[in-house]
């Protein structure tokens, strides 16, 4: 039996994201106008709407749909907002904030999957987003500068080199997991400092994954 995608697009919504105290209306109308069955494994496809992980290749997951939409409600993006979608793998995540703000560099390593989220975008016909391909810290992006950067994977520590692609008044929104539970966080930065807060425990999966131990054999 086929799926109908729009009806469970809109259960997501009704079920996971509302019920998540999820109550900015531009961030669910974004993400309910999303089809996330086009960024998921082709065989998970049925499950896209589902309040799991799908694992994308690499080491790039795509969250469940309640936390990211908690951390973008937790960024307050205007329709002005120039946005950084840090770990944006098959372009899911800038879809959705392609309607929230101006503009989209959406931060990518794996080449590959650049490469299908630069498709999946031009298949939906978004013109407000573009595909960077570089190192997860901004590096590549050190002459840019943005109102709000997007973490889309939680990391260990508060990720300063990303700070530095803020501009003044400017936002970056991550799960940071420390040793402990994830817990969401701003950074807000205002004449040149930056100053975070924790606002809510979260889970995301890691932005990258954990290195491998070394094994020995005798």
């Given at each position: 039996?086929?799926?109908?995608f ?11 994201l ?10 669910l109308a ?14 998970r ?16 997951y ?79 992006l ?44 701003v ?32």
């Open positions: 039996m086929a799926v109908d729009a009806a469970a697009r809109l259960k997501m919504v009704d079920n996971q509302r019920t998540s105290n999820v109550t900015d209306h531009r961030v974004a993400i309910g106008e999303v089809p996330r069955e086009l960024f998921v494994p082709a065989n496809a049925a499950l896209a709407y589902a309040d799991v992980v799908h694992h994308l290749g690499g080491d790039r795509l969250a469940a749909p309640a936390p990211f939409a908690k951390l973008l409600q937790l960024a307050e993006i205007t329709e002005a907002d120039r946005i950084l979608d840090v770990g944006a793998g098959t372009g899911y995540s800038t879809a959705v904030l392609s309607q929230l703000g101006s503009e989209v560099t959406a931060l990518e390593p794996d080449t590959a999957l650049a490469e299908r989220a630069e498709s999946n975008l031009r298949e939906l016909g978004v013109t407000n987003a573009t595909v960077a391909v570089g190192p997860l810290n901004g590096s590549s050190l002459h840019s500068h943005f109102d709000v950067v997007v973490v889309e994977g939680e990391v260990r520590s508060e990720p300063t080199e990303l700070t530095y692609l803020l501009r003044d008044g400017g936002r970056l929104v991550v799960v940071i997991a420390g040793n402990g539970p994830g817990v969401a966080h950074f807000v930065k205002s004449g040149g400092e930056v100053a975070g807060r924790s606002e809510f425990n979260a889970s995301l999966p890691p932005l990258t994954a954990p290195p491998r131990l070394e094994t020995f054999v005798f």
